[in-house]
């Protein structure tokens, strides 16, 4: 049972660690600024969800499980708000950093 | 009540993040009154949704979640990357204040599309690692989902391109 537990959470933080590397890929291959946010947004919020996935069943207490799935929810939700205003920012031309 | 419930629910995610530490409650006390003052000015009157249909939309949210992320997986990782990336304009129907940050942020964390602007308070500028698929239809079930967990209905015919 424990060896069947471990392998299960060493394949989902294992495939998380994957979708994280793929989207740091996409971020160099990628041509433009917005098409790098998709693989920001979309790589890293599957692959921190199958990290936490993967280290739910080790959590100490629910506590800490709780926190666990927070962390996923707060970054899921700052990424898809940061992601928005990044892109909105860039449309518009009125970043400071955008200057050219 | 229900500011009592706002706040009991910010001191519950205090005790998440810090523990059983009391020392913690010098900050976690402004904390969680700035919290709730500021979830007051922000929420407006939005209704909340209830639990069944939220774990209804939390499951849909999920399996979407993993397409999103093997879809752009799959692009990247292929030696010619398969995209045409272009800008669509989707009109927005939802009123709740609440449903339409969820519907924007949604658009960002589900398969091929990413949020850009919202114009006019209804047209939302969305990016589309693919846009030479029509993205309306699919917006369009997301919107209706989003819709009826803030139990707004939208009827079928009006979405659509601006």
Excluded at chain 1, 29 to 42: M, N, Q, V, Y
Excluded at chain 1, 68 to 83: F, H, K
Aim: proline share 4%; charged share 20%.
């Amino acid at each position: 049972m424990e060896i069947l537990l471990e392998t299960v959470s060493l394949l989902l933080v294992g495939a998380g660690a994957f979708f994280f590397a793929v989207g740091t890929l996409g971020l160099v291959r990628l041509p433009d600024l917005f098409c790098r946010l998709h693989a920001l947004t979309k790589a890293d919020n599957l692959g921190l969800g199958l990290v936490i996935a993967g280290l739910l069943p080790w959590a100490a207490d629910p506590f800490l499980a709780l926190k666990l799935v927070l962390i996923w929810l707060l970054v899921m939700l700052s990424g898809a708000t940061g992601s928005y205003l990044i892109a909105k920012r860039a449309l518009r031309g009125d970043g400071e950093d955008l200057l050219e | 009540m229900t500011i009592a419930w706002r706040l009991l629910g910010f001191c519950g995610l205090w005790l998440i993040f810090t523990g059983w530490n009391p020392g913690s409650w010098m900050i976690g006390v402004p904390s969680v009154l700035l919290a709730t003052w500021a979830y007051g000015q922000l929420v407006g009157d939005s209704r909340a949704p209830s639990a069944a249909r939220t774990l209804g939309f939390v499951l849909f949210f999920l399996r979407e979640s993993v397409r999103a992320g093997v879809d752009v997986a799959s692009r990247i990782l292929r030696p010619r990357m398969r995209i045409s990336p272009g800008f669509q304009t989707y009109r927005m129907r939802l009123a709740d204040p609440s449903a339409r940050v969820l519907f924007i942020d949604s658009i960002s964390l589900l398969p091929g599309t990413l949020s850009a602007d919202l114009v006019h308070r209804e047209e939302i500028r969305v990016h589309a690692l693919d846009a030479t698929l029509d993205l309306a239809p699919e917006l369009a079930d997301l919107e209706r989902r989003v819709g009826r967990l803030f139990g707004e209905e939208l009827t079928k015919e009006k979405h659509g391109h601006v």
